[in-house]
């Protein structure tokens, strides 16, 4: 059991090393994007909301 978490280790640390990480302002740039992204979307889906809150009341 102890030999298969260490051989566990072992091969999760060489598989990291191989992981292309990004860089700071990489990472920056793809972080505004799902923000801004996520922004454009709830905005989207807000102004269908209201719209179709509005409708419904015009029937009710």
Known sequence: MF???????KET???MKK???PT???TSRYTIT???V???VAA??????FIFTSLLQLFI
Do not use: H, M, Q
Not at 44 to 49: E, H, S, T, Y
């Open 24 to 26: 700071r302002p990489e």
């Open 19 to 21: 992981v292309n990480w």
């Open 34 to 36: 799902v923000i801004a």
């Open 3 to 9: 030999n298969k978490f260490t051989t566990y280790l």
């Open 44 to 49: 989207i889906l807000g102004a269908f909301d």
């Open 38 to 40: 996520s922004l454009g």
């Open 13 to 15: 640390k060489l598989e």
